[in-house]
């Protein structure tokens, strides 16, 4: 049976649109992801592209942008469990070239805000939630990698803390195209409105 049907008939695929006020939250693009030299890299020159594109209108109407970098402790106890299923994660270590942002992103440091986290959720023992509450978001765009892990968790998290997930298409990227597909279906469906960067009614 279509996969569309079956969806359309559980009357998903519903649109939530935007609040009142947005924020932009880029995820893990830094070199350790961005570089196809090390061993979790893959070629996201689409992503960065069109993620600075939304970076850039941000800019234009003062909406603040938050980069999230996944980094651990050298002897990365601070990665748990995670770290024994996905091993070349814990090369990820603070100030390792890796963990650092792509240069080829719009990353202003006096001006944007830089969350750590270690985990696939940005919302998992961060401060993010209390950050966005501060500011009185309501809408969470989320762009960066992987479509699968991190953008999926942090998707799935913002709709339960009762922020509004939206996802640029072209603005998120996985190693490959079979789960990122994948994810972004299931996203739209249930947690989230997966929409084009050049997506109406944005920025607010």
Known sequence: MNKNYIYKKANLNNRLGFGKKNAVLAID?????????????CDLKNVIEATNKIIGISREKEIPVIFAVISYNPNTLDGGI???????????????????IDPRVDFQPDKDTVLIKKYASCFFGTSLASTLNALRIDTLVITGVSTSGCVRA????AIQYGFIP?????????????????????????YGDVVS??????PQ
């Open 82 to 100: 995670w770290i024994r299923k996905a091993p070349a994660q814990g090369e990820f270590v603070e100030g390792s070239e890796l963990v650092k």
């Open 29 to 41: 693009l830094i070199k350790g992801f961005t570089e196809k030299c090390y061993p979790l890299g």
């Open 154 to 157: 942090t998707a799935v998290d």
């Open 197 to 202: 960067p050049d997506f109406a009614g944005y």
């Open 166 to 190: 939206v996802i640029p298409r072209e603005a998120v990227g996985d190693r490959a195209s079979e789960p990122h597909e994948a994810s972004l279906f299931d996203i739209d469906a249930k």
